[in-house]
């Protein structure tokens, strides 16, 4: 037999032989196929550039809430991606949360203002941005935060990292309350402070 002939033979063989030993098709894991990707008959809308703006029961400007695209199902579910929420004080924007993705639940209705609450579960590079009474820059940061937009609750058990001018603390866990600017860091707290 000819070299000519030869070559194209051994190349079909090994290529299939290569196909049939590590080709496998899509077909043949449909299960972790469906888990990446939602059913897109449950999408119920779906929107880019959301710019949201909430009020309280008085008509004052309580947050807002942008994003690159949303996502919302059938099921009441909303997944958000590159989410900035902008929470208000006295009509002032006072505290500034990003995050690389997120997602909405509704909860009950309020007790004090009888309006729908929106919680929000924040993860990825969550960063939380805020200015204290005196004007300094406050940052902590986080992977993941539950976030009550409506009554500034914040929470995590996550790793945190809370930064001012000159002050340095970390910690396992949060719970932040923005209104009455407390925050309870939960253990394994750590600290430096550093004189101006």
Same mark, same amino acid.
């Given at each position: 037999?000819?070299?000519?002939?030869?070559?194209?033979?051994?190349?079909?063989?090994?290529?299939?032989?290569?196909?049939?030993?590590?080709?496998?098709?899509?077909?043949?894991?449909?299960?972790?196929?469906?888990?990446?990707?939602?059913?897109?008959?449950?999408?119920d809308t779906?929107?880019?550039?959301?710019?949201?703006?909430?009020?309280?029961?008085?008509?004052?400007?309580?947050?807002?809430?942008?994003?690159?695209?949303?996502?919302?199902?059938?099921?009441?579910?909303?997944?958000?991606?590159?989410?900035?929420?902008?929470?208000?004080?006295?009509?002032?924007?006072?505290?500034?949360i990003e995050?690389?993705?997120?997602?909405?639940?509704?909860?009950?209705? =309020?007790?004090?203002?009888?309006? !729908?609450?929106? #919680?929000?579960?924040? /993860?990825?590079?969550?960063? +939380?941005?805020? %200015?204290?009474?005196?004007?300094?820059?406050?940052?902590?940061?986080?992977?993941?935060?539950?976030?009550?937009?409506?009554?500034?609750?914040?929470?995590? =058990?996550?790793?945190?990292?809370? !930064?001012?001018? #000159?002050?340095?603390? /970390?910690?396992?866990?949060? +719970?932040?309350? %923005?209104?009455d600017e407390?925050?309870?860091?939960?253990?394994?707290?750590?600290?430096?402070?550093?004189?101006?």
């Open positions: 037999m000819p070299k000519t002939t030869i070559m194209p033979i051994v190349c079909f063989v090994t290529l299939t032989l290569g196909l049939t030993l590590f080709g496998k098709r899509k077909s043949d894991y449909p299960e972790s196929e469906k888990a990446l990707k939602p059913n897109t008959v449950d999408i779906y929107a880019e550039g959301i710019n949201s703006i909430f009020y309280d029961q008085n008509g004052v400007v309580s947050y807002t809430l942008r994003a690159e695209n949303q996502i919302h199902f059938k099921n009441g579910y909303t997944k958000i991606e590159k989410p900035l929420i902008r929470l208000f004080q006295n009509e002032m924007p006072r505290w500034n995050a690389n993705q997120g997602h909405i639940s509704n909860s009950e209705n =309020d007790s004090t203002s009888g309006l !729908k609450r929106k #919680n929000l579960e924040l /993860s990825g590079s969550v960063q +939380i941005l805020g %200015l204290d009474e005196f004007g300094n820059r406050m940052l902590i940061s986080t992977e993941f935060l539950e976030v009550d937009p409506m009554n500034e609750i914040l929470k995590t =058990d996550q790793r945190v990292e809370y !930064k001012m001018a #000159n002050i340095q603390h /970390s910690a396992a866990g949060m +719970i932040a309350n %923005l209104q407390e925050i309870i860091f939960r253990e394994d707290v750590r600290g430096s402070y550093e004189k101006a």
